[in-house]
């Protein structure tokens, strides 16, 4: 059974740092594609940041610069750095998983983060 589970959400200040983890399990996490994605109220979901199996990196445009992500294979964990946050940052954040092979695709079920003084 395939799960993502993301922690380190939360309230925080403009300017302030957030470090969110995807703990994953039930599949080959070294091989999987993963990025993160966010939903703010009222908009779509939105890819913030990906990485490759490789470890190649790609962001949104708003993010570059603040946002880092990156895997740690051996703990089968998924991590987005977050600094120079701004009140535009406030959304739920995804985990996300792809397969290699198959494509199958996974989500979490979504941290929090709001940014506001």
């Known amino acids: 059974q395939v799960q993502l589970v993301e922690s380190g959400g939360g309230l925080v200040q403009p300017g302030g740092s957030l470090r969110l983890s995807c703990a994953a399990s039930?599949?080959?996490?070294?091989?999987?594609?993963m990025s993160w994605h966010r939903q703010a109220p009222g908009k779509e979901r939105e890819l913030v940041a990906s990485?490759?199996?490789?470890?190649?990196?790609n962001y949104a445009d708003s993010v570059k610069g603040r946002f880092t992500i990156s895997r740690d294979n051996g703990k089968n964990t998924l991590y987005l750095q977050m600094n120079s946050l701004k009140p535009e940052d406030t959304a739920v954040y995804f985990c996300h998983a792809r397969r290699p092979v198959t494509g199958r695709t996974y989500w979490g079920q979504g941290t929090q983060v709001t940014v506001s003084a």
């Open positions: 990485i490759t199996s490789a470890g190649t990196t």
């Open positions: 039930g599949f080959t996490f070294s091989s999987a594609a």
